[in-house]
């Protein structure tokens, strides 16, 4: 069965700052999506990253693939407080077609 | 720009009573899920409908949740009777993906409602 693991779980950060948000998965897949969630709101797609090396960019945000390491990063730059939210990585299980979420990644950013 | 509706937005509601929540994905999307998240917790699966059927419901209580979606379109997810555990933001979301194969670029990519939040009493 799929596990799909973020770390960390909640981060503080000033802005200004970059930081990196990590997701790691147990098993192969095809492809991999992150997902934003502002409190009491539903989930916005951010990106989908279909192949190994895959890297996208939006703004200040970056996310990248390694499925050989089964390792999707998202890159946070200089970061502001409206990127505040919680940020979750959700992993494409092959066998049973559908989507597994991690936790999540509740950031907070201080002006 | 096309999007998830879901309703009622919010529910509180007494143990023991029945709910129901409706789902009307994006027009064209053959597949609907239902998701709830605890608070604190990402989403997980109750549900997935490939047009009228289920195809996945291995997480769903039967014994006190039910889903339809009788014309491959709009979907309604029953709880009777509602228990304490049940307090959640139940979401729904929809995808062009076809159960059972691979597409290409963002085919499988899920869109999300905005949720209905269910207190349970």
């Known amino acids: 069965e799929l596990k799909v693991e973020q770390n960390p779980l909640f981060l503080s950060m000033q802005e200004g700052k970059n930081y990196t948000i990590y997701c790691n998965y147990s098993?192969?897949?095809?492809?991999l999506y992150w997902y934003r969630q502002d409190p009491g709101k539903s989930l916005e797609s951010l990106f989908v990253l279909l192949s190994n090396g895959a890297v996208k960019q939006e703004g200040r945000l970056m996310a990248s693939l390694d499925t050989k390491a089964r390792l999707s990063t998202l890159h946070i730059t200089a970061a502001v407080h409206d990127l505040s939210a919680t940020y979750f990585c959700?992993?494409?299980?092959?066998?049973?077609?559908?989507?597994?979420f991690g936790k999540g990644t509740r950031l907070h950013i201080l002006p | 720009e096309a999007e998830v509706a879901q309703s009622p937005r919010y529910k509180i509601t007494e143990k023991s009573q029945a709910v129901a929540f409706w789902c009307d994905p994006i027009?064209?999307?053959?597949?609907l899920y239902w998701y709830r998240q605890i608070l604190g917790q990402g989403p997980e699966l109750l549900v997935q409908f490939q047009d009228e059927s289920v195809v996945d419901d291995s997480q769903l209580p039967k014994d006190r949740f039910s889903a339809e979606r009788l014309k491959g379109v709009d979907s309604t997810l029953k709880i009777q009777p509602a228990e304490l555990g049940d307090s959640a933001m139940y979401l729904c979301?929809?995808?062009?993906?076809?159960?059972?194969?691979?597409?290409?670029?963002?085919?499988?990519?899920?869109?999300f409602g905005p949720g209905t939040r269910l207190t349970v009493l």
């Open positions: 959700a992993v494409w299980e092959n066998r049973d077609d559908k989507i597994i």
């Open positions: 979301a929809s995808s062009l993906a076809q159960w059972g194969t691979s597409g290409g670029s963002s085919y499988n990519e899920q869109f």
């Open positions: 027009s064209g999307h053959a597949t």
């Open positions: 098993t192969t897949s095809d492809r």
